[in-house]
């Protein structure tokens, strides 16, 4: 009879253990923000007021950016995030209208039930914030190489390569503030974030033609429905001397900043 009542206890206790809510303690907290918009805080809540946060994300940012130490416990949060325009930002820093630029958005976000990977390195919650807003939250052990759309490093690839094209920027920071925008457009209307396609899609944009989209042979590729990640890439790779010139003689002037 005890035997019997002590399988049960123990039966129910790995029954509770199984349906009890995940809490990850001591946890780090990176923000990926691959919006338009800089952002002043965000910060994670969880069901039982439990907060962690994050400050000074710019837009394609947070890579490396880690806050410490927290203690998060469910699947449903909170996201509150409050950001601007980073133009309109430094327009208003000190004239008294700052607050005004900025938007302040609570977003709901479900993380299933998920193990912390095993290794020698802190756990890191990983908080993505997409083009459209939505968010997806992820853990692991890895400061570097999680980015999934990667703005900054495109950024710096077309600084380098194609730096004497940029005539209209007067700086890297204010083509990664424009870049991101375009990203924004090229990710919710083609879902371009593939390293190769990001590099495609900017080249034409910044160095050949704002509206290049508008080309009938750019467009079937960009709109076809089975193309693989790093195709977009491989064809402006691809693309003649001819159809290069092709596309700058009848598009509108690269790198519009009006987005």
């Not at 946890?27 to 338009?36: A, D, F, I, L, Q």
């Not at 920027?169 to 090229?186: G, N, P």
Request: charged share 25%.
């Amino acid at each position: 009879m005890r035997k019997g009542l002590i399988g049960i206890l123990m039966w129910l206790g790995l029954l509770t253990g199984c349906h009890a809510e995940p809490t990850y303690q001591g946890v780090s907290v990176v923000t990926y923000n691959y919006t338009p918009w800089d952002l002043e805080l965000v910060q994670i809540v969880d069901a039982s007021g439990g907060v962690a946060a994050t400050g000074m994300v710019p837009s394609g940012g947070g890579e490396g950016s880690v806050s410490c130490c927290y203690t998060l416990k469910g699947t449903e949060f909170v996201v509150k995030w409050k950001g601007g325009d980073a133009d309109l930002m430094r327009k208003h820093m000190y004239d008294g209208k700052f607050d005004e630029v900025l938007f302040s958005k609570e977003t709901k976000v479900a993380f299933p039930p998920a193990k912390i990977p095993p290794g020698d390195g802190p756990a890191i919650l990983e908080l993505h914030i997409y083009p459209d807003e939505h968010m997806e939250m992820a853990i692991s052990r890895q400061l570097l190489g999680q980015v999934r759309i990667p703005i900054v490093e495109t950024t710096r690839w077309l600084y380098k390569n194609h730096k004497e094209d940029l005539v209209n920027y007067r700086s890297i920071h204010e083509l990664r503030y424009v870049l991101a925008k375009v990203t924004k457009r090229a990710w919710t209307r083609y879902r371009i974030e593939n390293e190769g396609d990001m590099q495609g899609y900017m080249y034409l944009y910044f160095v050949v033609a704002s509206n290049f989209e508008n080309d009938p042979d750019v467009a079937s590729v960009l709109q076809n429905l089975n193309r693989k990640p790093g195709d977009f890439g491989r064809f402006v790779a691809a693309l003649s001397k001819e159809k290069i010139e092709q596309l700058k003689s009848k598009g509108t002037p690269p790198g519009d900043k009006d987005v």
